[in-house]
């Protein structure tokens, strides 16, 4: 089974507007981390946001946001005020155990096309 | 500035030819890791490496191998065995927080190598 699931290809977005790109993932670890990373069309990644399966609160850093649902295993991302620099790849990925090689298992991706 | 150089940026294999993909950190970090990523898709962990002179095959290490002489350097090389090379290399590193429950230091990755078959 699929460990992080990203069921949206690609998706277009009004610039300004919010867009929300959706995760799930899979795991019987009671301890683990969510993470979101973009990768514009050069090709690094770059870390946005982090979760902790622990958390109370949903994490927030800048236009990102994370709607955090644990029960429903799913961890998506907002991005609030959509800038057309915002295009690129996104991906989920996710940390199990505290000490399990602090491996990380991506999802397969959206591409995220902002529109002028 | 600190960070994760890799080099070369493109890289060109021969048939029945072993390259290797060089990847260099200054940032201190304990723990790196090699990804492969082919077009469209997300990222496969090839192998790892938490401390010096020690390292763990990832999903897909089969075509592949590592070193971890220095901290600083964690080489992948592409050998022969590896039928279908073509791909996007990542490089990442992130530093290790021994007893902690609940990690929230990301990896950082470098800029990547392309390599293609000839």
């Known amino acids: 089974a699929q460990k992080i699931t990203q069921t949206q290809p690609g998706m277009f977005v009004q610039e300004k507007e919010a867009v929300t790109l959706d995760c799930t993932y899979d795991?019987?670890?009671?301890?683990?981390?969510l993470f979101w990373y973009k990768q514009p069309s050069s090709g690094e990644m770059i870390f946005l946001i982090y979760q902790g399966s622990y958390d109370q609160q949903n994490a927030t850093e800048g236009r990102y946001s994370l709607n955090f649902q644990k029960a429903r295993k799913s961890a998506n991302l907002v991005i609030s005020a959509s800038q057309l620099g915002d295009s690129a790849m996104y991906f989920c990925?996710?940390?199990?155990?505290?000490?399990?090689?602090?491996?990380?298992?991506f999802g397969g991706g959206t591409r995220l096309m902002v529109k002028p | 500035d600190g960070g994760i150089t890799q080099s070369p940026k493109y890289l060109f294999r021969k048939e029945g030819q072993n390259v290797t993909l060089s990847c260099e950190q200054n940032?201190?970090?304990?723990?790196m890791y090699w990804y492969r990523q082919d077009p469209g898709q997300g990222l496969r962990l090839i192998y790892y490496s938490q401390i010096v002179n020690d390292f763990q095959k990832g999903d897909i290490a089969e075509g592949y191998s590592v070193s971890r002489e220095k901290k600083e350097s964690f080489p992948l090389t592409v050998t022969s065995a590896q039928k279908n090379p073509t791909a996007f290399y990542l490089c990442a590193s992130m530093t290790i927080r021994q007893g902690s429950i609940d990690s929230n230091q990301p990896q950082h990755f470098g800029d990547g190598t392309r390599l293609s078959i000839l």
């Open positions: 795991t019987s670890d009671p301890s683990y981390g």
């Open positions: 940032l201190n970090h304990d723990a």
């Open positions: 990925a996710m940390r199990e155990g505290p000490n399990a090689g602090n491996m990380l298992t």
